[in-house]
């Protein structure tokens, strides 16, 4: 497991996240969540977590990420149906397991990749495992939960 105690700070800004080219979630986005969560939960179900913006401070580099990304992981450790949560946003990419054995991937954008490259993968999802074969600027990792 990946313990990540790393925090980057912009000048002047505490909470460096707190830009206007992230976002956060609702009460009623949360609320959500955890109904589909429990549901999930209940039918033993892997879930999957997508997301545009990143909501673990060690998948990120502390500026990409949800403004309230404490509350959606607050959702997401609750329940124990989530195995991993995939978002953009931050084009260099970054990877944790956080201490709930949550695997936490951002991929690598498309926007920074050279001309001639790639930058994409397929993911095989398995009873105990997701692998992602990568192309280019994604690497493969394998991801067991």
């Known amino acids: 497991m990946h313990l990540c105690l790393t925090f980057f700070f912009i000048a002047g800004l505490k909470e460096p996240h707190f830009v206007a080219f992230n976002g956060g979630f609702s009460q009623a986005q949360l609320d959500w969540f955890d109904e589909v969560l429990k549901f999930s939960d209940e039918n033993q179900e892997k879930v999957i977590v997508m ?3 990143p909501i673990h401070p060690c998948a990120s580099n502390g500026v990409c990420l949800a403004w309230n990304y404490e509350a959606a992981l607050s959702v997401i450790h609750t329940h ?3 195995v991993c949560v995939l978002a953009g946003h ?3 990419g970054a ?3 956080d201490l709930h054995g949550v695997h936490h991937l951002t991929l690598e954008g498309l926007i920074e990749t050279p001309p001639d490259s790639n930058a994409f993968g397929t ?3 398995y009873e105990d495992k ?3 074969k ?3 600027r994604i690497p493969d990792r394998v991801m067991h939960f």
């Open 51 to 53: 997301a545009h913006v």
């Open 130 to 132: 997701m692998v992602l």
């Open 80 to 82: 124990r149906c989530v």
């Open 134 to 136: 990568g192309r280019g």
């Open 90 to 92: 931050l084009h260099d």
């Open 95 to 97: 990877y944790c397991q």
């Open 123 to 125: 993911v095989h999802v």
